[in-house]
């Protein structure tokens, strides 16, 4: 399962900077490769990795990462050489999956700091954490921005199996935009916003499915066509 995680997580990050059908531009700083730093095991579904983020405008270069250095996972950043590395969080909770707002001036986390795994955010120097899901019960996992910043994608087990949910980046109008038997997660936006490719097991096998960014119209991604656009651009 790992491997095949990793895989599906290297096709996203393939589709978000312009690869396959849901690439339409491209993104203003490259991407970090993923599987960065080990999370630990937990009784809650979450990535075997955390994938480093790359801010866009005024803190472009620093890299923002969970890492269990101090003794439990907080989220760090560091300049993109690996110098000044330095904590963002301080808690006894498990704290993961940062994700840059495309402005750099804010993180989106995941934090299991009041009980359950729930979507946080935070100022880019760390300050003012506030918590944006209210999900008692169940577990969110994976925030990912959308390229104007006014919406944010996480997955929720809310439902019973894992969907993707999308609400506004303070927390409101929470909607589920996937509703499946098999379970669907670790969304990411297209360049302008239009669309989501998310990874699914609908349809037995975990593939890379893409839908409108109002949860219509998903299909499954064809990997050999992805692949052949990848090499011969």
Same mark, same amino acid.
């Given at each position: 399962?790992?491997?095949?995680?990793?895989?599906? !997580?290297?096709?996203?990050?393939?589709?978000?900077?312009?690869?396959?059908?849901?690439?339409?531009?491209?993104?203003?700083? &490259? &991407?970090?490769?993923?599987?960065?730093?080990?999370? +630990?095991?937990?009784?809650?579904?979450?990535?075997?990795?955390?994938?480093?983020?790359?801010?866009?405008? *005024?803190?472009?270069?620093?890299?923002?990462?969970?890492?269990? !250095?101090?003794?439990?996972?907080?989220? /760090?950043?560091?300049?993109?050489?690996?110098?000044?590395?330095?904590?963002?969080?301080? *808690?006894?909770?498990?704290?993961?999956?940062?994700?840059?707002?495309?402005?750099?001036? !804010?993180?989106?986390?995941?934090?299991?700091?009041?009980? *359950?795994?729930?979507?946080?955010?935070?100022?880019?120097?760390?300050?003012?954490?506030?918590?944006?899901?209210?999900?008692?019960?169940?577990?969110?996992?994976?925030?990912? /921005? #959308?390229?104007?910043? =006014? !919406?944010?994608?996480?997955?929720?087990?809310?439902?019973?199996?894992?969907?993707?949910?999308? =609400?506004?980046?303070?927390?409101?109008?929470?909607?589920?935009?996937?509703?499946? &038997?098999?379970?669907?997660?670790?969304?990411?936006?297209?360049?302008?916003?239009?669309?989501?490719? @998310?990874? #699914?097991?609908?349809?037995? *096998?975990?593939?890379?499915?893409?839908?409108?960014?109002?949860?219509?119209? +998903?299909?499954?991604?064809?990997?050999?066509?992805?692949?052949?656009? @990848?090499?011969?651009?």
């Amino acid at each position: 399962m790992f491997k095949l995680r990793h895989i599906i !997580q290297i096709f996203l990050l393939l589709l978000s900077t312009g690869c396959g059908s849901v690439g339409t531009a491209a993104p203003t700083t &490259p &991407p970090i490769a993923p599987s960065m730093t080990l999370l +630990p095991s937990t009784p809650t579904r979450v990535s075997p990795t955390s994938t480093p983020a790359l801010p866009m405008d *005024n803190v472009v270069g620093l890299i923002a990462y969970a890492s269990d !250095q101090d003794g439990d996972f907080e989220i /760090w950043v560091m300049n993109a050489d690996g110098s000044d590395q330095h904590k963002l969080t301080d *808690n006894s909770a498990v704290d993961s999956s940062p994700a840059w707002s495309p402005d750099g001036s !804010q993180i989106a986390f995941i934090s299991n700091r009041d009980g *359950n795994d729930e979507v946080y955010i935070m100022n880019a120097d760390g300050r003012d954490v506030r918590r944006l899901t209210q999900a008692a019960g169940s577990s969110e996992s994976f925030p990912a /921005w #959308s390229p104007d910043g =006014m !919406q944010i994608s996480f997955d929720s087990d809310r439902g019973g199996d894992w969907d993707i949910h999308v =609400m506004g980046s303070d927390g409101a109008d929470p909607a589920r935009l996937t509703d499946s &038997p098999g379970d669907d997660w670790i969304s990411s936006w297209s360049p302008d916003g239009s669309r989501i490719v @998310f990874e #699914s097991k609908r349809d037995g *096998n975990y593939e890379i499915y893409a839908m409108d960014s109002d949860g219509s119209h +998903p299909r499954r991604l064809d990997r050999e066509v992805i692949c052949k656009k @990848f090499f011969e651009s």
